[in-house]
């Protein structure tokens, strides 16, 4: 589902190449984990409000990334890849040991569950500063499908494998593995050659031809420059924090974040019915399948993205939102389960063109060496309704049921497609194409020579 375009900027960009090979193994973990954890929790208590509690935890880097973006943008990028990825492959490997000495409760994941949340802070705003300094400006749009294609992919994949794994050697095999995919990502990682933030992104570095390698004395040299003490990050974290918040005050980016920030309550919603959702259909396997729509969706979404960066950016919002809106419902009042999962996952295609278009407007629109700050204060601000709704989710599906609160989800959708249509301001925006920093009201900081 790669196309002919995105198969050479991987042969010919060989760091790029290792960082979607990093990213597609650590999101391997990323989805089993996520699977696993949320239906053992289910299963070991049969209350959705424990699940939604779980749920809620697994989406606190969405709230959190506010904390990350300053500091990603100040200390090594390669060291704190590798040691996210160390941490969680180190951590996850206590659930399997306290299976096999008897101790497993929700207890001990609710021990494990924030570690992991932890370690995976810095991955939002490290995609979002590390590929404009890997890809050149005309390719960005691409190599963001490309990496939205391959990790959605495998979410697709290891979502539905992590139901059938569950269903048939238990949550322990399914552990185990995980914590090799962590291992694997790390050794990926660290193979990166990365350029310092101003480097000239329209030049053929990132995209060298194959058996051209990445300088590196002057990798490590751009790595010594930005290298600073924890103190020195600390100091001047509330001024980069600053900066990137005062980026976004007054742009059209903040009604877009609100429309999201919707989005997000719905999904937070879901994903903490969703195992109730899977039993009552028939088990763990259905729970599988059900995540596996949601990542088919999306991965289709970002593969047809790039064919929308021409339509106006007002346009694919208020249709994409609509669209997933009368899905999502369709799928609740589904008469088979079969219906069900191929309903859902047609409701997930257009919040996949919407991440791929989101990324590439941010890459676009934003100098590189802001990037980790805008997409953190972004993140943060619309991924706040994710755990959140993870916790009304559960509440209410304890009250209602689990059909009517996946019905009330789908509503989020709903509401935005409908403030698109109201609002002038948003169904009016140019496309992804037109993009730049005036289209969508943004007023940049003068850069330091100025």
């Not at 991965?299 to 009368?326: K, W």
């Not at 791929?356 to 990037?371: G, I, R």
């Not at 140019?430 to 100025?450: K, N, Q």
Request: proline fraction near 5%; avoid cysteine; charged fraction near 10%.
């Amino acid at each position: 589902m790669i196309g002919r375009e995105s198969l050479s900027l991987l042969s010919r960009n060989h760091d790029f190449r290792r960082f979607v090979a990093g990213q597609f193994v650590t999101n391997a973990g990323d989805s089993l984990y996520t699977v696993a954890v949320l239906w053992l929790v289910y299963e070991l208590s049969g209350s959705t409000t424990l699940t939604g509690i779980t749920s809620a935890i697994l989406l606190l880097p969405w709230l959190l990334q506010i904390l990350a973006g300053p500091v990603v943008d100040r200390l090594p990028l390669r060291s704190l890849l590798v040691g996210s990825q160390l941490v969680q492959g180190v951590v996850v490997l206590v659930l399997p040991l306290a299976a096999v000495t008897g101790q497993t409760s929700v207890g001990v994941v609710f021990a494990v569950v924030p570690v992991l949340t932890l370690a995976t802070l810095v991955m939002a705003p490290m995609q979002a500063t590390l590929v404009p300094r890997l890809v050149a400006d005309g390719r960005l749009s691409r190599a963001n499908a490309v990496l939205a294609t391959v990790t959605l992919g495998l979410d697709m994949v290891f979502d539905a494998l992590g139901g059938a794994v569950v269903a048939l050697f238990g949550t322990t095999t399914l552990f185990l593995v995980d914590a090799g995919t962590f291992g694997l990502a790390g050794l990926l990682f660290a193979r990166i050659g990365i350029p310092p933030a101003d480097s000239d992104r329209s030049e053929a570095t990132s995209d060298a031809a194959p058996g051209t390698a990445t300088d590196t004395s002057t990798v490590a040299d751009a790595e010594t420059r930005t290298e600073r003490s924890l103190v020195s990050v600390l100091d001047s974290y509330r001024a980069d924090l600053r900066v990137g918040i005062d980026a976004l005050r007054g742009s059209v980016f903040v009604e877009l974040v609100g429309l999201t920030a919707l989005a997000n309550l719905a999904t937070g919603v879901t994903l903490a019915v969703l195992p109730a959702v899977g039993a009552s259909l028939g088990g763990p396997l259905f729970y599988g399948l059900l995540l596996g729509a949601l990542g088919v969706g999306r991965l289709v979404g970002s593969v047809l993205a790039p064919r929308l960066e021409a339509v106006p950016y007002g346009r694919v919002a208020l249709v994409g939102n609509l669209l997933t809106a009368v899905s999502w419902l369709a799928a609740v009042v589904a008469p088979s389960p079969t219906l069900t999962v191929l309903l859902f996952g047609l409701a997930w295609v257009p919040p996949g063109v919407n991440g791929v278009l989101t990324a590439t407007l941010n890459q676009t629109v934003f100098p590189s060496d802001l990037l980790a700050r805008v997409s953190s204060v972004k993140g943060t601000a619309s991924g706040a309704t994710l755990p959140l709704g993870s916790l009304v989710g559960g509440v209410v599906a304890e009250t209602l049921g689990t059909t009517t609160t996946m019905a009330l989800a789908a509503g989020g959708f709903g509401l935005a497609g409908v403030a698109v249509l109201l609002r002038v301001r948003l169904r009016r925006l140019p496309s992804v194409a037109e993009a730049d920093a005036a289209a969508f009201e943004v007023t940049l900081p003068p850069s330091p020579e100025e």
